[in-house]
T-cell receptor
C-alpha cells in the first residue's frame, strides 16, 4: 500500500547550523509533496511544497529537493533558529484536492541556542 | 476569514460510547478531509467528503463514518469507541488543487 517513510525521527542541531530531513514514498503515481510543521499542541501548517515537474524549490531558509526516479525528497533548513524547533512531517499525494495525503511519521527537530 | 474551525476542542468519552466531531471549512473550500493523529505519530487519513459524498477512504473500520452538509461543513462520527481511538482528530479543507488547510483539531480521550 501507499507509504511514506521519514528519517531521522529526532534531530538536534546547534542554532545557525543546517538541518536535513529525508523522506521516501512508495506510490510512483505521487506527484505532490508538501511539508508541514507542527508545534506542540497546534495544527500542522504547510511550510513548503513541491510538485513533480520541478526538482528543487526554495523559500528563504527552507528548500525542498525531489528525486522522482529514486522516490526520495528532502527538506533543508539553513541558519536554523530556536523557533524552528517543532515536529516536521513530509507527505505525498497524487496532487489534486481529492487525493488523500499520506503523511510520514514525523521528525522532531530541536534547535539548541 | 476564520479559517478551518473544529468543535469541540476536547472531549472525554467512555469505551462503547459514540462521538460526533464537527468541522467548518475555510471560506471558499468545498472539500473536507479527516485525519486521526495518535500521540507521536503523523496524521492518518480517515476519509474525504466532496459534494456531500465520501470520495475516498483510508484504512479505518466502518465504526468511523461521516457526513457533509450543503454548506460544506462536515461531521465525523465514531461508534463503539475503543481506547485506541484516543487521538487528535484533524479536519482539513481544500478547493481544487489548493493546499489543505488544517483546523486546530479535537482531542478525544476514551477511558
Amino acid at each position: 500500500g501507499e507509504n511514506v517513510e521519514q528519517h531521522p525521527s529526532t534531530l538536534s542541531v546547534q542554532e545557525g547550523d543546517s538541518a536535513v530531513i529525508k523522506c521516501t514514498y512508495s506510490d510512483s503515481a505521487s506527484n505532490y509533496f508538501p511539508w508541514y510543521k507542527q508545534e506542540l499542541g497546534k495544527r500542522p501548517q504547510l511550510i513548503i511544497d513541491i510538485r513533480s515537474n520541478v526538482g528543487e524549490k526554495k523559500d528563504q531558509r527552507i528548500a525542498v529537493t525531489l528525486n522522482k526516479t529514486a522516490k526520495h525528497f528532502s527538506l533543508h533548513i539553513t541558519e536554523t533558529q530556536p523557533e524552528d524547533s517543532a515536529v516536521y512531517f513530509c507527505a505525498a499525494s497524487k496532487g489534486t484536492s481529492y487525493d488523500k495525503v499520506i503523511f510520514g511519521p514525523g521528525t522532531s527537530l530541536s534547535v539548541i541556542p | 476569514d476564520a479559517g478551518v474551525t473544529q468543535s469541540p476542542t476536547h472531549l472525554i468519552k467512555t469505551r462503547g460510547q459514540q462521538v460526533t466531531l464537527r468541522c467548518s471549512p475555510k471560506s471558499g473550500h468545498d472539500t473536507v478531509s479527516w485525519y486521526q493523529q495518535a500521540l507521536g505519530q503523523g496524521p492518518q487519513f480517515i476519509f474525504q467528503y466532496y459534494e456531500e459524498e465520501e470520495r475516498q477512504r483510508g484504512n479505518f473500520p466502518d465504526r468511523f463514518s461521516g457526513h457533509q452538509f450543503p454548506n460544506y461543513s462536515s461531521e465525523l462520527n465514531v461508534n463503539a469507541l475503543l481506547l485506541g481511538d484516543s487521538a487528535l482528530y484533524l479536519c482539513a479543507s481544500s478547493f481544487i488543487e489548493s493546499e489543505q488547510y488544517f483546523g486546530p483539531g479535537t482531542r478525544l480521550t476514551v477511558t
